[in-house]
Structures are given as C-alpha cells and as structure tokens.
C-alpha cells in the first residue's frame, strides 16, 4: 500500500511539474508575441468619440506618437493624463492617442476636465472590444507607448511615468538617436 501510495504522488508530482512547465513555456510564447507584434505601431482601426471608425495608422502619420491605454476610474491614469494635459503645449508636434475600454458615456467627463480634447494632436479612441488590450497584451492601467515618426516601438511603460521622460522619449529617433 506505502509503494502504491509512494507511486501515485510521485506521478502527481510529475504530472503537476510538467503542467507548470508547459503553462510558463505558454505564457513566454505569448508573451514574445505580444514582443514582436507591438515593435511597430498596429494597424488597428477603432472608433473615436463620434463612433466613426479610425485607423490608428493613419491617425499619427509620420509624427512621434504616444499611446495610453487608461481608465477614467483609475487615480494613477487621472494623475497621469493630468501631468499630461498640464504640459500639453509641448506634446503638440507628437500625436496623443488616449485610448479605453469604457463606454464614451462614462468619459465625457473627464476628457472634458482634461480640456485637451480640442487640441489637433490629441485623440481619444474607444477599444470596445478589447481589440488594442488584447493586442499590446495590457494586464494594468496606465500602460503608456511610444513610437517613432516611423512607427518603430521606443520604449513602452505600466503604471505612471514623468511627463519629462515622455517627452525626452517623443524626441528619440530610432537609429539616428536623434
């Protein structure tokens, strides 16, 4: 009875080690994905505010672009896109793309607070169906993203980030260090 026993958690163990070893070689493949897929900037279409449906490509052009993925209930994305929208002057050669799951009912409000949703480099897109979350592979909010005039991944970031470091990162161009 003791061999027996001796012998099914020994197999128990093993079968939980290789369980564990196949789920975290998943979540590496995944996440390498996710790695490969964001080095450039998506072309992904979502609508803005009015609904109508942007291609986020053509949306930045050839400017340096910053993405944030928030949420209007999130203190840390309030504080974030305050800093932001304190110092938007010098973001105005850089595109803005600010983007969320919630509902355009739910944000008005803060966008309007922000009192940056009438500036031309600045855009507010709604990820409805999770199509940008699932994509840049967002666990948590604020998850900030810059890119290069050429779409080139520079640096990406969760959880708040000094507005200087934002724009220093703007300014970088990817191979020229320019």
Do not use: W
């Not at 080095?39 to 993405?67: E, H, T, W």
């Not at 940008?132 to 980030?161: N, Q």
């Amino acid at each position: 009875m003791r061999k027996l026993l001796l012998i099914f958690l020994s197999l128990a163990l093993l079968s939980a080690l290789v369980y564990l070893g196949f789920s975290f070689q998943q979540k590496e493949a995944k996440k390498e994905l996710i790695q490969s897929q964001i080095i450039r900037l998506p072309d992904l279409d979502l609508p803005d505010l009015d609904g109508q449906s942007v291609n986020l490509k053509a949306l930045v052009g050839n400017k340096s672009s910053l993405l944030v993925y928030f949420n209007s209930t999130c203190e840390i994305c309030q504080m974030e896109l305050n800093s932001i929208a304190k110092r938007i002057v010098e973001f105005d050669s850089h595109a803005l793309v600010f983007v969320t799951v919630q509902p355009v009912e739910e944000v008005k409000d803060f966008i309007q607070e922000l009192g940056i949703s009438d500036r031309e480099s600045v855009h507010f897109l709604i990820d409805s169906e999770m199509t940008v979350a699932t994509y840049y592979g967002i666990k948590g909010v604020p998850a900030l993203f810059i890119y290069d005039r050429s779409g080139s991944l520079l640096e990406d970031y969760s959880g708040p980030v000094k507005v200087d470091l934002l724009l220093e990162q703007l300014t970088i161009q990817k191979g020229t260090g320019l």
